[in-house]
């Protein structure tokens, strides 16, 4: 069916909403909603399946604007498809202070927006991880109830960043073939032409990945609409090489960076008006133009009642329903039993192998939990017995071996958590979460439940020296707004951990140990890790207060033996999650800490440290790293830089003294 | 010349010691020394140019073990070929507390290491930066002075890691056709076979990234010879696949996972000794193979000789030698005077712009900078007229548009440091330093003087909203040890700033404002930035001092005004850089910040200022973010969070009241 002029006024039509929003906000990105309105116009209208009436349809084609920087195309296209919450105020409120219309997508803002981009890159490895959700999730609950396609647009900065090479290769091994990149090929990026900057031939890069790939006029709206058709029979994923203008029809400043991020200005606003034929008032949209994207936006109502027909008829649908509310309480309560089997099995054990513990209760209890690691497998323990290997072959599988791609991981399991049906965790060393920061961010930003398996925590690793010693990474995780890092002392506390990041709302790193630690908690009758920070080991007349996580309530207790014997009476503090502790009560908090002289032990950096310990203004001081770490068995390690129970009893002797 | 028996002999003692070498330590990874041993004995004793007893001659030939986990096959060839100060003793500690052989190679342990390795990817864009300064110096000062090659090693790790097609595709837009890249091609990654997580066409990914590329087995040394001298006249950045068997000869082990990451145990160990034909004890070494391995390490000092003789006579000599030692006093003379310039004229202005203001004089000064911005040349304000575009046509250019690739730059920028002769600086957005984290870590482990310019560093950039609003980024960068973060309050401080991260052997961050800043230092005689903070406006019988960074020392001036004029007299301590504050003297830290309550003002979070704010036991509080930030014009944004003199003002009474 040959296009008609009716899409190119619904083109238009995004066009000048786009112009128009920029200019009124005197602040965004222009550039990139006027090239891809062509694009985005057949996407919408002919191609995505949504109801804008019902934007939550569990089975709903995914749209990703991995260009962030273009959100006044999506925006635009949200009000004219009829999507409630998106009204012309909201429009012409852009970048505004709480507007919907945030400078770049923000998920949870309006229906429709299905992650928060802006970060180059971060949107395709959501969009990679929409797609993986879709192909497991089908595998297990059938196309009955779960067919639907992931289409993204990218620009030239997400292909120029590492993470798409991560995600682009490992979308090609899986061979997702839903998942179609609409790659907006202007030539252009903020400095000016791309090739300045780069000579890749990208066509051939997707290629060399596995994809199938296609080039196609991003003004041809009927040369569009065949290659989406053709798209959608693939195997592989799919790259559209789509053809553009930036900027296209702002007079000057068309097919320029001039168009890219800031207001046209009048004059190229009414060159672009009179190019388009567009003769309206800025906001104005003719009604014929409204019932085209209406219509459009309704044109997936009659499916989606099909489908709501099969999924209440499906033998499926209370295990599906399940899946998709991310319900993972038969796995609490499992680790709530494997708690108190820890506690009374009092076993020595590293941390990491103790999660993996818990990961066998987990994994046994709830089909939801999709593992994986990158490329650390036997190191992080995150694999047990019940996953399958989730691959191309075998998408039903729940464990993923997402290759040496930390950052590609991490951007995958927050589409996987969007996706809904499937709570992802993913493994890796936790000086490595430095590679997947930008994913972790949004994580947190968009407070998405991922859990992030980080082993190997501390110097306590040894021989493989300061490259994958941890030492900042404690302090620089738990400086991130919205992210809970746990490191727990025990399989307890672990078993602990675990069950309160399946709880949250919010994804959480797990730091591990390497090495093996002494059970510390004998009684499992309450998560007191839930609350952040408990006292472990009283003392009757404290004269100190020990507070340490992890690896070093080992060193906290032996220092604090040493200390009774001498008539130094010290409480224990273990603190799993500094961020639950500090969300408790001030009477809780205080409870805990008490009032006498207390010493912080963790073998991190101090940073953080000094607030919690000073609360109330009490005398304290810390015993941890200050450095790099080194290359050396780790107990001799610990001696090196002096994280010694012999260390910290006399810190506290001299903390007494300053005291009297 | 056809190899002849004696070079398999060489080949075989590196194996031999690294097998050696990870089992006396009993940790470490023997599979990649015994799998790329063939190619490392042609590499070294046929192509590298190098003299073992010159090992910091500027013109050698550079070596980058990108796969750092194969440490003991450098260790090994260190060794061999005489480097003075890789002893066998050395060898027999691999791994040990305060040996030279690190787990991974430590840049700055031993001579022939040229940077330090480990974090996958990270050596591959190392060795681009390698790559690129010798082709910059050798349009600056001839090839008579500066004609090299870069090799380097990587593994399928390095090449799935984001970073890799960063640095690829850079290299191949650059034509830097004097790198040459040996891919250890063994089609194993730890979780086993490397179709488990992957099926990317590596050969026809570099091609489309613009690179030559060549296929050869690994351990046939006449084809890996040939392919090094063919590898050695193109005019594109070249890739030898290297087809090779991981842990080749050990037993059962060879060609498997197994064989990476641990001890192979005496039966392995035995069998490949049998299979190498290798008849001596752990760390023994026959003369024969010592001899050759000497010959080879000094096969390279006539050719030394005749470039001494050449660098004596050249006209570049003075030029050439300040270079390599890095010196840009004239710059740091030149900010200087650009300080008290800026003092008189007293200017509001963005510190970004201020920066550019500096990087004028900087530039102007000296040769030695080469600038850039991962595609934000604009908005970093990072170029300045001096400098002409650094690209394949022009590679005297100093300055480089390294595209939307901000590890990428990291690391190159690592890798231009290191190689010696110039002193590279490049921007990008603070809230972007997340992307380039693993590389920024690595300056600072090495020690290099890389400056990061980092503008837009708070909600002050508005509209962009959260995404691009770093909240924990100050915190989180403060972290890394050894890493200096500066946030200057005016164009003085920006200029002091600038002057001080020139001077340090250390990298530092320059974070700037997007926003206009007034003037607020009237006085450059002396540079108190070097100091870290200092006491910029004293008030008599002060009952409150106030600390802040940047953009908030306005705010900071403002509330001491107002709380002055109702008779709290308040001091101000601005503090462009806590790192150097808390190196100070005890004495000074404390008379700069004196005994009354204080108020911390940073639009970022609180971590770590609760440490400095307390030093002394003194009642503080901070004014700042506790959760990310939103989309507006940003003087909502500050009055929306809070940050404003008046709730500072609010904060200091409050403060006071409590120590009444």
């Not at 290997?389 to 991981?409: K, T």
């Not at 639950?580 to 073998?603: S, W």
């Not at 080194?630 to 390690?637: D, R, V, W």
């Not at 830089?641 to 005291?659: E, M, P, Q």
Request: net charge negative; hydrophobic share 40%; with cysteine.
């Amino acid at each position: 069916m040959p296009l008609d002029h009716i899409y190119e006024r619904m083109s238009a039509a995004i066009a000048a909403l786009s112009m128009d929003a920029v200019e009124k906000a005197n602040s965004g990105h222009p550039g990139m909603p006027l090239g891809m309105a062509d694009v985005a116009t057949v996407l919408f209208s002919r191609h995505m399946k949504f109801d804008a009436a019902a934007p939550d349809w569990p089975d709903r084609d995914r749209f990703v604007l991995s260009a962030g920087h273009g959100s006044m195309l999506q925006y635009s296209l949200l009000h004219l498809l009829g999507f409630e919450d998106m009204t012309l105020e909201e429009l012409k409120n852009f970048r505004q202070l709480g507007a919907k219309t945030a400078g770049h997508p923000e998920y949870g803002h309006a229906k429709g927006i299905e992650t928060t981009t802006g970060p180059l890159g971060q949107g395709l490895g959501n969009a990679v991880g929409f797609a993986l959700a879709e192909k497991h999730l089908a595998a297990r609950f059938g196309s009955d109830l779960v067919d639907h396609y992931t289409y993204t647009i990218v620009g030239d900065g997400c292909l120029m960043e590492g993470i798409s090479q991560e995600v682009i290769s490992f979308a090609g091994h899986q061979k997702l073939g839903k998942l179609i990149v609409l790659w907006d090929d202007n030539n252009i990026s903020i400095d000016g032409r791309i090739s300045l900057s780069d000579s890749t031939d990208q066509i051939a890069r997707f290629e060399a990945c596995g994809w199938r790939t296609m080039r196609v006029d991003g003004h041809d709206m009927e040369a569009v609409d065949k290659a989406l058709t053709d798209a959608k029979g693939s195997d592989r994923p799919v790259l559209i090489a789509c053809k553009t203008v930036i900027g296209k029809n702002a007079g000057d400043k068309a097919g320029t960076s001039g168009s890219h991020g800031a207001p046209l200005g009048s004059e190229a606003i009414a060159a672009a008006r009179r190019a388009l034929g567009w003769e309206y008032g800025p906001f104005e949209i003719p009604d014929d133009v409204y019932d085209a994207w209406r219509s459009a936006g309704s044109r997936g109502a009659s499916e989606r009642a099909v489908w709501e027909e099969r999924h209440h008829g499906s033998s499926h649908k209370a295990a599906f329903d399940e899946a998709m509310a991310g319900d993972v309480s038969a796995a609490i309560r499992a680790l709530s039993d494997h708690a108190r089997e820890a506690a009374s099995a009092a076993k020595a054990v590293a941390t990491r192998k103790a999660s993996q513990n818990c990961l066998d209760a987990i994994n046994a209890a709830t089909p939801l939990t999709v593992g994986g690691s990158a490329d650390l497998t036997g190191s992080n323990n995150t694999k047990t017995a019940e996953l399958g290997i989730l691959d191309a072959e075998n998408p039903g599988g729940r464990y993923i071996h997402y290759g040496i791609r930390e950052h590609g991981m991490a951007a995958i399991m927050n589409g996987l958590a969007l996706h809904r049906g499937v709570v992802p965790y993913g493994g890796t060393f936790l000086v490595f979460s430095d590679y997947m920061r930008p994913a972790m961010r949004l994580s947190a930003l968009m407070e998405q439940r991922v859990v992030y398996v980080l082993t190997h925590d501390s110097i306590g690793l040894g021989e493989d020296g300061p490259t994958h010693q941890p030492v900042e990474h404690l302090a620089s995780l738990r400086a991130i707004p919205g992210l809970y890092v746990f490191r727990p002392a025990d399989e307890v506390e672990t078993a602990e951990s675990w069950a309160v990041s399946l709880e949250l709302q919010a994804p959480s790193v797990l730091a591990l140990t390497r090495q093996s630690l002494p059970a510390v908690r004998a009684d499992a009758s309450e998560n007191l890790t839930r609350k952040g920070g408990y006292v472990l080991r009283d003392a009757e007349g404290a004269k100190a207060t020990i507070v340490a996580t992890g690896s070093e309530v080992e060193i906290a207790l032996a220092a604090a033996d040493n200390l009774s014997g001498e008539g130094i009476p010290t409480r224990v503090v273990s603190l799993p999650c500094a961020e639950l502790f500090l969300k408790q009560d001030g009477d809780y908090i205080a409870d805990v800490l008490g009032t006498a002289p207390r010493l912080g032990i963790e073998a991190g950096i101090q940073m953080g440290w000094g607030e919690l310990l000073g609360l109330g203004g009490t005398r304290w001081d810390f015993l941890g790293m200050s450095t790099f770490g080194a290359s050396g068995p780790y107990k001799e390690l610990y001696e090196h830089f002096g994280i010694t129970a012999k260390n910290a009893a006399a810190k506290v002797r001299s903390l007494i003294k300053g005291n009297e």
